[in-house]
Structure formats: C-alpha cells, structure tokens
C-alpha cells in the first residue's frame, strides 16, 4: 500500500476512473464483462467498492455487468497438484468437502473486485461449481440461467450467451491469460482432449459428489492469442483505468479470432 501511495501524485478516485472509463469506450446499457486487478489501478479511495460504483455507473441499470466467480477448489483432490495431498486422502477430501452454494462459497484466485461484486445488492450467481459468473444489471438473469454442468465454460454457459447478446470485454490491469472468454473458442474448434471433472453440488438440499465431462483447457496459450489479436485486423480500445493499462474489446470478435487461432495452432 506504501508504494502505491508513493508511485502516485493523487489517489484515484471514483470519478476518476469513470472518465477513464468513458474515455475507453464503456457506455450506458452495454453488457459487460470485466477482468480485473485492482492493485494495478493504483491506490483506489473506496477500494475495490469504488471501482465497482463506477462501471455500475457508467453502464447504468440498462447494461449488465459480469464478473467470472471461479471455485476450482472445489473438485477431485487426484487432480490437485499445487499442492498435491497423498493418495490416502482423496476419499476423505470428497466425502467432506462442502457442497458449492451461490449464497456463500466464496470466489478464489479472482481478485478483489470479484469477491467484492459477489456480495453486492443486486448481484446473481450461476449455478455451476467450479466455472460460476456474477451478473448485475438488465440481462443479469438471461446469461447467468440454466448454466449447464457438463462443458461448463461451453455454449450452455454464461460465456455462451454472452457471445450472442454482443458483450464487451474489460481487461483492467490483466493479461490476456484471465481472458477467460477464450475458453468458448476452445470448445468450437474439431481438436479437444476431454476431462472427467468432479465437485461437490446440493440436489434437493442433500450433498452429492457430481461427475462430469469436460475439456481440457489451454490458459497457457491465452496471452499469445491475445497479443496476435492485438496485431489484427480487429478494432479494440486501449488505455488505462487509474495506473492499470486497461483494453476493451468485443467478445464476439475475440472468440472467433482465437477459434481461428486455435484450428491453425492445432495443424499437423
């Protein structure tokens, strides 16, 4: 917190970053999902509250705003390599290992702003337990339903129904790596290796361990794919939001852009 302090003339304020966000491209009514870091926004007064205040603002009650709200957690221990537990544990960690629920199983590895959203007025959650999205605003409910299980970063998700109402895409202060848009473009390309996933679900108020196909996803190729896009011929806005260097782009163009991508990336 020091540093920020001392790396900045004036703290960043609300206002502030509502300027900067206009000044990007944000509008009233748009559907928006974000990716963020706050500490990359500088020293914030408010906080991650303030940051959330003003994309409410800026896109009003007539846009949606989207946040990932990821619980990988929350899954088979055999999988779990940072850190891996011994072979002894796993049915155990299954046998106890409290079932996912919107209302309280907190997001992890998604930063600030997200936990702080998830417990915003107004704020929905999808249903799925590992891969969930946090919805404010008019079409909160149309892209955070019927969340499917299986496949669950796939056309029968959130990101699914994002791509078709036309979202925008927020990057302030991540790398292309959190896009996390581009796992639909893996799900539509002919070369997929497919996973058996597992989690911990409440059916009919009782705890179930659930199983279920998925793919095996590739973050690691998300900053290439991001950087290649930037160096096409596709239109996206660059700036910053406070310190952090910030893009804004269309999900629908980044999705096909990385879909391409991947077909080629995937050539013998």
């Known amino acids: 917190m ?8 004036e703290p960043i304020t609300k206002d502030r970053i509502k300027e900067d966000l206009v000044q990007l491209g944000v509008k009233e009514g748009m559907v928006l999902c974000v990716h963020s870091s706050l500490s990359s926004i500088g020293w914030v007064n408010g906080g991650a509250v303030a940051v959330i205040q003003a994309l409410m603002d800026t896109i009003t009650e007539e846009g949606t705003l989207i946040m990932p709200a990821q619980t990988l957690e929350l899954s088979d221990p055999a999988d779990w390599i940072d850190p891996p537990v011994p ?3 796993w049915k155990s960690i299954k046998e106890t290992m409290p079932a996912y629920d919107p209302a309280y199983t907190t ?3 998604m930063g600030r702003v997200a936990e702080t959203f998830w417990k915003y007025p107004g704020v929905s959650r999808s249903s799925h337990p590992n891969f969930s999205f946090l919805a404010w605003g008019k079409r909160k409910h149309d892209i955070l339903k019927n969340h499917s299980l299986s496949y669950g970063l ?6 699914g129904r994002m791509y078709d109402l036309d979202a925008q895409v927020l990057l302030i202060g991540t790398s292309f790596e ?3 848009s581009f796992h639909l473009a893996e799900y539509r390309i002919a070369q997929q290796d497919l996973m058996t996933r597992g989690a911990p679900i409440l059916e009919k108020g009782w705890k179930v361990w659930k199983e279920y196909q998925d793919i095996i996803t ?4 998300f900053d290439q794919i991001g950087l290649d896009f930037l160096h096409s011929e596709y ?3 660059h700036g910053q939001v406070g310190l952090a ?3 804004l782009l269309s999900m629908r163009e980044s999705v096909d852009f990385a879909e391409r991508w991947l077909d080629r990336y995937d050539q013998p």
């Open 2 to 9: 020091r540093k920020l302090i001392q790396n900045q003339a």
């Open 87 to 89: 072979q002894s544990w």
């Open 107 to 109: 997001p992890t590895a």
């Open 154 to 159: 796939g056309e029968e998700s959130p990101l």
């Open 178 to 180: 959190s896009h996390t």
């Open 218 to 221: 590739r973050e690691e190729l």
């Open 235 to 237: 239109t996206h806005h």
């Open 245 to 247: 260097n910030t893009y």
